[in-house]
């Protein structure tokens, strides 16, 4: 398929909506604000990110919660479900990777599409039903499919997200290979492989660097491709295919292992071809967002300050908000990955979510006694509600209240 072209005429369609509001942006906004915006935080915000409660203190990170591209995404699902009262609204995956968000949705009657046997099935979705596609945005074939049943299309991806499609149609429109940092099962680099033509995805710097060998001494072709069985295009042969190469990513990777990739390619691509040739052989744009970007610094500052440990709020299945536990980890502090502040009690236990884990895990008297400094931050689709839930029950351990603090 020309996905280029098949964008391209989408973007004409009368029943596709990407950029237009529906004209209830004003009343979207206060419904948000009362959703998911906190008088609290706005105060902790103003008096330079720190909130002393008794034994508390709280360091919020400097940069945490929803991004622009959230907010965007969520404002356009809640004007559609307004501007098409009575028509039947589905959405093709989670929103955002956030529980209150999604469970928001489905009050408002906006029906997901369900997974059977690992596949999307829109055997239920019919023309003129509405169809919201999330800020991960969607596959080319799920877009074209939903064109094809005459369903009305919101596309609330995010900007940056299409910024990687476009750098992937440069990489195949040259005949280079996307080597693509990413998750293979995610959302997002589901739909950013639909994108592109050859496709090799790497979750991080020891697969890239598997990989950068494979380009310079060669290997067993066998062992490479059941190495990365499910994270390769249709017909991938490394002999082949790794003699031009693209750099792109999931845009809530790491951004400094997204860099470190990036580089380990132009050093092997130079070794292999030689400088007057490197760029017949390797292409990188720079397709990290903004948002994760700010987020990860400002991680990094707040790890660096004097703190016994940090909260880390956000969907367990976000990717931006698994990264910034990484970060804590790095620095060897006690970090606890929770997706809302029903995870803390009853007393003083935490249920979460430790890195790369499966399960849960309740930890008892996580809060230590007397005094102690708590770094908080979030990850870009959790509200500043959610952060808030989690201080109050943090000071309600600690046997203070939010009243002896303002």
């Given at each position: 398929m020309d996905?280029?072209?098949?964008?391209?005429?989408?973007?004409?369609?009368?029943?596709?909506?990407?950029?237009?509001?529906?004209?209830?942006?004003?009343?979207?906004?206060?419904?948000?604000?009362v959703e998911y915006e906190s008088d609290l935080i706005q105060t902790i915000r103003t008096h330079n990110n720190q909130l002393v409660n008794g034994d508390v203190t709280i360091h919020l990170a400097e940069s945490f919660g929803f991004c622009w591209g959230v907010e965007r995404a969520i404002a356009m699902a809640y004007e559609a479900r307004s501007h098409f009262p009575n028509q039947r609204i589905w959405i093709t995956n989670e929103i955002i990777h956030n529980p209150e968000v999604n469970h928001q949705l489905k009050v408002m009657n906006v029906q997901f599409i369900e997974l059977i046997d690992?596949?999307?099935?829109?055997?239920?979705?019919?023309?003129?039903?509405?169809?919201?596609?999330?800020?991960?945005?969607?596959?080319?074939q799920e877009m074209k499919l939903l064109h094809d049943k005459g369903c009305t299309i919101v596309d609330t991806t995010c900007?940056?997200?299409?910024?990687?499609?476009?750098?992937?149609?440069?990489?195949?429109?040259?005949?280079?290979?996307?080597?693509?940092?990413?998750?293979?099962q995610h959302e997002e680099t589901v739909a950013t492989s639909s994108f592109a033509g050859t496709y090799l995805i790497v979750l991080n710097l020891t697969e890239a660097e598997y990989v950068a060998n494979y380009i310079l001494n060669g290997g067993d072709k066998a062992e490479f491709l059941q190495k990365f069985a499910n994270a390769h295009s249709a017909g991938f042969d490394p002999d082949r295919d790794l003699q031009a190469v693209g750099i792109a990513n999931q845009t809530t990777m790491l951004k400094g292992e997204t860099e470190l990739i990036g580089k380990l390619f132009e050093r092997t691509l130079l070794k292999k071809y030689g400088?007057?040739?490197?760029?017949?052989?390797?292409?990188?744009?720079?397709?990290?967002?903004?948002?994760?970007?700010?987020?990860?610094?400002?991680?990094?500052?707040?790890?660096?300050?004097?703190?016994?440990?940090?909260?880390?709020?956000?969907?367990f299945n976000s990717s931006n908000t698994t990264h910034l536990q990484e970060i804590a980890?790095?620095?060897?502090?006690?970090?606890?990955?929770?997706?809302?502040?029903?995870?803390?009690?009853?007393?003083?236990?935490?249920?979460?979510?430790?890195?790369?884990?499966?399960?849960?895990?309740?930890?008892?008297?996580?809060?230590?006694?007397g005094k102690i400094s708590i770094g908080v931050t979030s990850g870009a689709s959790t509200p500043d509600k959610a952060v808030q839930e989690v201080i109050e029950k943090i000071f309600a351990i600690k046997s203070k209240t939010l009243s002896t603090v303002m």
């Open positions: 996905t280029k072209a098949f964008k391209r005429a989408l973007n004409h369609s009368e029943n596709y909506y990407r950029n237009q509001g529906f004209g209830q942006k004003d009343d979207v906004a206060g419904q948000m604000k690992g596949e999307k099935d829109f055997s239920g979705v019919g023309e003129g039903d509405v169809v919201i596609l999330p800020a991960f945005g969607a596959s080319v900007p940056w997200v299409s910024k990687v499609w476009n750098t992937v149609e440069k990489h195949k429109k040259r005949e280079f290979t996307s080597i693509i940092h990413g998750k293979y400088p007057l040739a490197l760029n017949e052989h390797f292409h990188s744009f720079n397709t990290i967002c903004d948002a994760t970007q700010e987020r990860q610094d400002a991680m990094f500052s707040l790890v660096d300050a004097d703190i016994d440990l940090i909260v880390v709020i956000g969907g980890i790095e620095r060897q502090l006690p970090s606890f990955h929770i997706d809302s502040a029903t995870r803390i009690g009853p007393g003083n236990q935490i249920e979460h979510k430790p890195l790369h884990e499966q399960a849960l895990v309740t930890t008892p008297d996580w809060l230590p006694a």
